[in-house]
């Protein structure tokens, strides 16, 4: 039991326990703001150019990331081998060769900020891969008390000692228009009597891309570790990377989840787990006492400069699987689309302004209005539609040409992209 | 009116002057006789006859053989037992008295008695034991109907004081059982005292006819002329008075604030707090005691109570001398204490008395009810949350009484009371149960015998439950030596225990718990040498047992392997002695020393860390292992207890205080408040033990004939190795504690201004307390740094705090009381600003409690019915109904930052944000 670390298995109290008392969201004011640099270095057994990210903290009140540009950043394999990085966007670091974390070699950060300030992380050393040995998906209700899918992992360490793990996950799903028509909207003319002399008029033409099926790729962004301390042979099972609930229209069709498996060096982990911690929903009796988190990266010229962030080493395996709603779920209609295509709408080719008694046909479009705007797809043509510029012809049963939908339900590429990924398989 | 006495006198001395002549001697034997047949035979066998009333002798049998025997010697014999004297007249006429002596002499210097200084003298020579008669005047004292008249004590030639001790029980003629608190006065005097919780009392008279009065909330007046001769017993039997349903909210013993050395001490009675709107009716005094200076908590919703600006680990609760850990059920908004068997607390927060240690800021001595012993009785309540009943039963009458109460919570509805959707799949429920068992053996021993449990169990997602319980016993044995020694024997054992059990989807289902458990015995004794001097002195042990953690998996599916974190044991020990002494009216001085020592014991594993090192896992060097109750380090030191007063007047005082303390057993906790889940850790190699130092300083003015109390008391507290842990601890099931446990120095200081009103209309306190509490955690490395090393405010620092209790009666029968609080916002530690990290964003933190949320405040109501008071009716009842926080206010108590989908999102929360109504029966029989 000497080597037991102080990260013994915590993993249930990150179960989001969502008890909150009488919550309510605030804007949140910066008060006392400190400036700090933050460092995204992420190191991987992978033989690949390897991605640093730089930025700076930033009040609440701004959204946008403040990069961090025109640094030295360097790496260095067991005291002697540098992989330099160098800038290929604003804050992002790539390296000029690729490269891989080797068994039994550590790595050091080394950064040179353009103000001429340096830091150095400690060596970090990488840790013993493991493979994932079963991803796989079963149908399960939360404890919530929702009904869904979940992705669950068996992984076994293949040493005696502890190993810990952080996952990520990047999910592709295949997304189909459910009112998708091959024809499209045809704005022939979208001036009307005033400016052209001509009234308006929409055609239908073919649709000249893919718009039925498309597919739309997410990451993971929450933290989700598990430890195998603790546990019977060090062998984990069942691990929950990701709940999906049964309703959720990303599993309408088929899905496919690659979970990449990093195995942390301890303190990787506990940094991790405090960092998740500290931002994750709490217990609204008992709360942790959050602090500033020390990472393993350290200013050479003040050692009480705040550095955020971490340089972390890791041993990555990975799985992908694929499912379909059908397969899980035979008998039960899909889930509902993103947005509700149900309302037809039909708006009119043609709404005078007041005064245009003498000019019929003058006036604006609402249907092309729609069109131009992006908000609206063709579904159908109206039988019932008579054509008409007069005022005078004008009336509250006045029809529009044409039926349609929601630009979503029949355009798939609002939700994702209709280039079907590389690696996707039926 | 002296003349009267002289006459009285001068009558007697007239005759005894002549009745100096040699007496006859009697031979006399009797067997089995009664006084009145000794009579009988002397008189035929003599010339003398007996002069007397027949009931002062009473059927007393009496045994005696004389031989040529003087008549002086075989009375003597006869009435030594007795309160009779006799005199001799004419050498045949024998004159008995009760209590009085015949003098056939004047005291010296009675004559002189227009001479001032002349009698000053002579005061300070009966002191010395010269003859001083009591004289009784009808004119002295005015007359009263209905006063019975007592006499005291026999008197006697030799050995003559002006003053003598009088004690005696005062019960409470219903139920038998002894009244507190009681005042006596004797009137004609203007001195007094006040009975202990036996209702014993102990007071020096000074010769002659005194006017006892008594004065006791809900008990009648009553008044006796007490003619005292000698030292005696005189018992008091008194009736509940109508104004028992007086709403006095705190009762302190009437000029107990300004008379007793100690500073920073405070009774709370159950009883009392009936009226006082709690949060959804329940009765909690450890609430009420937060609404006195210097007692605060986190929050609505945080366990624990901090005193004077301490950790909430500083308190020691003692329920009839056994330790509870944890008195509070649901997150402290509750307390685990049975109101109708609890009688009150008493609350040391400044000096502490020497017997008690372990805790660095306060004791909280709670003591249950002593059972009625003639009558079968009851107490009952419901209310929303809980249903409560307590009996008691009388074993043997007049001596030995069983006190049964149980408490439950009905459901799990509290939680949904909090009107929160996600606490649908929530659950939690409570219940806690007391016994007690007293046994007057004789006047000089009783025993009372005390069980408690209390239990907790709540569920905040469907897959886990947590429960905690506490299990406490104790049995103490009061001994009664003499008049001037007692003592005291308390053993107890005591057990705090929580667990966790998930029961989940994937196969890591476990149960996950912990334990502390403490036996303790101690004796103590008391021993009143003189007026000037009461000493205190005693000795304690205690053994610690914890299990600090274990895991085991539950169902034949679990993956989870067992772990157990091993046993932690530890011996503390103490021996105490303390002195009151009392220098004339002005001035009292009480002098404690405690010497406490503590062993951790073994068998054990301590780790070893690079000295002038962080203790870190790469600074681990090794371990040392030690046998079965092997010393693997031991603590200790004295203790000192040090308060004083000074009195301007009799009803205004100024007091002052040392107190130092050492505690060995501290809870690691890494939540901004208390949690349920905190544990408890024994002081090791490792972790040194908490010590603190308070100075204190008060005025205390009574005004009004005690009706109004007033108090400014200003303390200046320090505390070292006070623990705290680094950022992120992980503490559960932690082998390695030591590496997260950061030790550190603090400081407090504050003034308390309270002015409270115990009787009347119109009743209740208002308190304002300013303070501050600081901590400081300072080390070369960075890791063992908070806040750079300097001082910054605790989680409860809370300059300024202001509390009103109000009760106001319109009739006996109804009342309405009020109660406000107002206090700063307690110190958080809020983001400085946010980042971008692993594909989400995140906010940091940079200093620990810079900033502060909200001030506090809030207003209950409550207006209490009382059933009518028919004496034949069944029960009396009690009607409560209460708004809590009737101004709605949503007083933040924690603002909290979630990256949720890769942004972060601010919310802040808070307890009981709405006004909460709530309706509470209460029935007596």
Redesign the interface.
């Known amino acids: 039991m000497k080597g037991f670390k102080k990260t013994y298995l915590i993993f249930f109290f990150t179960v989001p326990t969502i008890i909150e008392g009488c919550v309510e969201p605030f804007n949140a004011e910066t008060q006392g703001f400190e400036n700090a640099l933050v460092i995204d270095a992420k190191l991987t057994d992978e033989f690949k150019r390897h991605q640093i990210e730089l930025s700076r903290a930033r009040p609440f009140e701004q959204d946008t990331i403040i990069a961090e540009m025109n640094a030295t950043v360097t790496i260095i394999e067991d005291a002697n081998n540098f992989y330099d990085f160098h800038e290929v966007e604003q804050g992002q670091y790539i390296s000029v060769n690729e490269f891989d974390a080797k068994q039994n070699s550590s790595y050091e950060l080394r950064i040179t900020t353009s103000d001429g300030k340096s830091y150095s992380s400690e060596a970090v050393t990488t840790p013993e891969k493991i493979v994932i040995d079963n991803l796989y998906v079963e149908e399960e209700t939360n404890n919530l008390g929702e009904e869904g899918i979940s992705i669950l992992l068996d992984s076994r360490s293949i040493t005696s000692g502890a190993s810990y793990f952080r996952y990520e996950y990047e999910e592709t799903y295949k997304i189909i228009a459910p009112y998708w028509n091959p024809f499209d909207f045809d704005v022939i003319d979208d001036k009307g009597v005033g400016e052209d002399g001509d009234y308006f008029e929409v055609g239908l033409k073919p649709k000249e891309r893919e718009e039925r099926v498309c597919y739309n790729t997410a990451f993971s962004m929450a933290i989700n570790q598990t430890a195998t301390n603790g546990l019977e042979d060090n062998k984990l099972e069942r691990h929950s990377i990701r709940f999906i609930n049964k309703n959720n229209y990303i599993i309408s069709h088929r899905y496919s989840i690659l979970v990449r498996q990093h195995a942390q060096n301890p303190d990787a982990f506990s940094y991790y787990q405090s960092l998740n911690a500290f931002s994750s929903s709490e217990n609204v009796f008992f709360e942790n006492q959050p602090g500033f988190l020390l990472g393993n990266i350290s200013s050479e010229s003040s050692s009480d400069e705040k550095i955020l962030g971490f340089f972390e080493v890791t041993a990555v395996t990975s799985k992908r699987i694929y499912f379909n709603y059908k397969d899980l779920f035979p008998t039960e209609p899909l889930p509902p689309y993103y947005i509700n295509c149900e309302p037809v709408q039909e708006p009119l080719l043609w709404l005078p302004t007041a005064d245009t008694h003498s000019f019929d046909g003058a006036g604006r479009s609402p249907l092309i209005e729609a069109i131009q705007a992006g908000l609206i797809k063709y579904y159908a043509t109206n039988p019932d539609y008579v054509e008409t510029f007069s005022i005078d012809d004008l009336s509250e049963s006045t029809r529009g040409p044409y039926f349609a939908k929601a630009t979503a339900c029949g355009d798939c590429n609002v939700l994702g992209s209709n280039i079907k990924p590389d690696f996707w398989i039926e | 009116m002296r003349n009267t006495i002289f006459v009285f006198l001068l009558l007697f001395v007239n005759n005894f002057l002549l009745a100096q002549e040699s007496p006859p001697k009697i031979s006399l034997t009797y067997t089995d006789f009664t006084i009145k047949d000794v009579f009988k035979s002397i008189e035929d066998s003599t010339d003398y006859t007996f002069y007397y009333v027949d009931e002062w002798l009473g059927d007393k049998k009496v045994s005696g053989s004389y031989q040529d025997a003087d008549l002086n010697e075989i009375l003597g014999d006869l009435f030594e037992s007795t309160i009779l004297n006799f005199y001799v007249l004419d050498n045949e006429k024998v004159v008995l008295t009760q209590n009085n002596i015949i003098y056939d002499e004047l005291p010296t210097g009675f004559f002189v008695k227009s001479n001032q200084e002349q009698i000053q003298v002579t005061e300070e020579l009966e002191d010395n034991g010269s003859q001083n008669p009591v004289f009784v005047s009808d004119e002295r004292l005015p007359r009263q109907r209905n006063v019975e008249t007592v006499r005291i004590g026999k008197e006697t030639l030799e050995g003559q004081k002006r003053r003598y001790i009088l004690s005696g029980y005062v019960r409470n003629a219903k139920t038998g059982r002894p009244i507190p608190d009681l005042s006596l006065i004797i009137r004609n005097r203007k001195v007094g005292t006040v009975t202990d919780e036996n209702g014993f009392y102990e007071i020096s008279v000074p010769v002659g006819e005194n006017l006892f009065e008594t004065k006791a909330l809900g008990i009648e007046s009553q008044q006796k002329r007490v003619l005292i001769y000698n030292d005696g017993q005189l018992d008091f039997t008194l009736n509940e008075s109508i104004e028992q349903l007086d709403e006095v909210v705190v009762e302190a013993d009437k000029t107990k604030n300004v008379e007793e050395e100690i500073t920073g001490s405070t009774t709370i009675e159950s009883e009392e707090t009936k009226d006082i709107p709690m949060v959804l009716g329940e009765r909690n005094i450890l609430s009420v005691a937060t609404q006195l200076p210097g007692i605060t908590n986190a929050g609505e919703?945080?366990s624990g109570i901090n005193v004077r600006g301490g950790k909430t680990d500083q308190n020691l609760f003692l329920l009839d001398e056994g330790v509870v850990y944890n008195p509070t059920h649901f997150?402290g908004i509750f307390q685990a204490l049975n109101p109708f068997a609890t009688k009150g607390v008493d609350i040391y927060k400044g000096n502490v008395p020497a017997e008690y240690g372990g805790r660095l800021s306060s004791v909280f001595d709670i003591t249950t009810i002593d059972g009625n012993t003639e009558k079968f009785s009851g107490e009952a309540s419901i209310g929303p949350v809980t249903g409560n009943l307590m009996l008691e039963i009388p074993i043997v009458k007049d001596k030995s009484s069983l006190v049964i109460g149980g408490r439950g919570a009905y459901s799990d509805w509290i939680l949904r009371s909090?009107?929160?959707e996600?606490?649908s799949?929530?659950s939690a429920s409570f219940y806690d149960v007391v016994a007690n068992y007293t046994h007057k053996i004789n006047e000089n021993n009783q025993i009372k015998a005390t069980g408690y449990y209390s239990d907790d169990s709540f569920s905040?997602?469907?897959?886990?439950l947590f429960g905690y319980n506490n299990r406490m016993l104790s049995v103490n044995w009061n001994h009664k030596f003499n008049e001037k020694n007692s003592g005291a024997l308390a053993v107890s054992n005591s057990k705090y225990a929580f667990d966790?059990g998930?029961d989940?989807?994937?196969?890591?289902d476990?149960l996950l718990g912990y334990s502390v458990e403490e036996t303790e015995a101690k004796l103590k004794f008391k021993y009143v040498m003189n007026d000037t001097h009461t000493f205190d002195y005693g000795v304690a042990a205690k053994l610690y047992n914890v299990n600090p953690g274990f895991?085991r998996?539950t169902g034949s599916e679990s993956?989870?392997?067992p772990?157990e974190v091993p046993e932690d044991r530890a011996l503390e020990g103490a021996i105490y002695l303390s002195d009151n002494i009392t220098l004339g009216d002005k001035v009292g001085l009480s002098a404690g020393i405690r010497y406490s020592y503590y062993t951790a014991l073994g068998p054990s594993t301590q780790r070893v860390y690079t000295d002038g090192q962080p203790r870190n896992?790469a600074t681990l060097i090794g371990?040392s292992e030690f046998d079965d109750n092997e010393t693997v380090e031991t603590y200790g030191g004295p203790e000192f207890r040090v308060s004083g007063r000074y009195s301007f007047t009799p009803d205004f005082s100024l007091k002052a205080g040392f107190n130092s303390m050492y505690q060995y057993i501290h809870t690691l906790s890494?939540?901004?408040?208390?949690?349920p889940?905190d544990t408890w850790k024994l002081s090791d190699s490792n972790i040194r033990p908490q010590r603190s130092n308070q100075f204190s300083l008060g005025l205390f003015k009574n005004f009004k004939d005690d009706l109004y109390e007033l108090s400014v008391e200003g303390y200046y507290k320090t505390a070292e190795d006070v623990l705290d842990?680094k950022?992120?601890?992980?503490l559960?099931?932690?082998?390695?504690i030591e590496?997260?446990v950061l030790q550190g120095e603090g400081q407090a200081y504050g003034v308390e201004f309270l002015l409270r009103k115990n009787s009347g209309k119109l009743n209740g306190w208002l308190g304002y307390t300013y303070s501050r509490s600081l901590i400081k955690f300072a080390s070369d490395f960075?890791?063992e740094r908070?806040n750079?090393g300097e001082f910054f405010p605790s989680?409860y620092d809370k300059p300024h705090d202001v509390s009103l209790v109000a009760n106001y009666k319109f009739t006996t029968r109804y009342s309405a009381s009020l109660n406000f609080s107002y206090q700063t916002g307690r110190p958080v530690?809020?983001?400085?600003?946010?980042?971008?990290?692993?594909?989400?964003e995140?906010?940091?933190?940079?200093?620990?409690n810079?900033?502060r949320i909200p001030d506090y405040y809030r207003l209950d109501i409550g207006i209490n019915i009382e059933g009518n008071h028919r004496i034949k009716k069944f029960a009396h009842s009690f009607w409560n109904i209460s708004v809590y926080n009737v101004l709605g206010r949503?007083n933040p108590?924690?603002?909290?930052?979630?990256?949720?989908?890769?942004e972060?999102?601010?919310?802040?929360?808070?307890?009981?944000?709405?006004p909460i109504p709530s309706i509470t029966y209460n029935f007596k029989f």
């Open positions: 919703g945080a997150f909090l009107d929160e996600s606490l799949n929530s905040i997602t469907s897959d886990s966790i998930f989940g989807q994937a196969n890591n476990f895991i998996p993956i989870i392997s772990f896992q371990s890494n939540t901004t408040t208390v949690s889940i842990f950022t992120g601890a992980q559960l099931l932690n082998e390695n590496q997260e960075t890791e908070i750079g989680n530690t809020y983001p400085i600003g946010q980042y971008n990290f692993n594909n989400s995140y906010v940091f933190y940079s200093n620990r810079e900033f949503a108590y924690s603002v909290f930052f979630v990256s949720e989908g890769g972060v999102k601010a919310f802040k929360s808070s307890i009981f944000s709405i």
